[in-house]
């Protein structure tokens, strides 16, 4: 399996194909994720490949799944990326 890229070799290709250096491509990348962490809790939207949204949990019954003894887990709020359809498309292969 391939390794996944790194911020820096992002940072090279984005810098690459839109004749800006590194180092601003790098700034870009992370104003993008500071944008993200700030408005995750009204959904971010990243076109073309899907958006955070902040989705609340019920509690429910686990097992410990070295006893196997149920557990109680609380309810909570987690943040989930919902993968866009031309994303889907591009990588999966229209059905």
């Given at each position: 399996?391939?390794?996944?890229?790194?911020?820096?070799?992002?940072?090279?290709?984005?810098?690459?194909?839109?004749?800006?250096?590194?180092?601003?491509?790098?700034?870009?990348?992370?104003?993008?994720?500071?944008?993200?962490?700030?408005?995750?809790?009204?959904?971010?939207?990243?076109?073309?490949?899907?958006?955070?949204?902040?989705?609340?949990?019920?509690?429910?019954?686990?097992?410990?799944?070295?006893?196997?003894?149920?557990?109680?887990?609380?309810?909570?709020?987690?943040?989930?990326?919902?993968?866009?359809?031309?994303a889907?498309?591009?990588?999966?292969?229209?059905?």
């Amino acid at each position: 399996m391939a390794k996944a890229l790194s911020k820096s070799q992002i940072a090279a290709e984005i810098a690459e194909k839109n004749g800006i250096t590194k180092k601003q491509a790098s700034a870009i990348l992370e104003q993008i994720a500071n944008m993200a962490y700030k408005n995750a809790k009204n959904t971010f939207t990243l076109p073309g490949l899907g958006k955070l949204v902040l989705v609340n949990r019920k509690a429910r019954i686990g097992r410990n799944p070295a006893t196997g003894e149920q557990i109680q887990i609380p309810a909570k709020r987690v943040v989930k990326f919902r993968v866009a359809k031309a994303a889907k498309d591009a990588i999966l292969g229209a059905k």
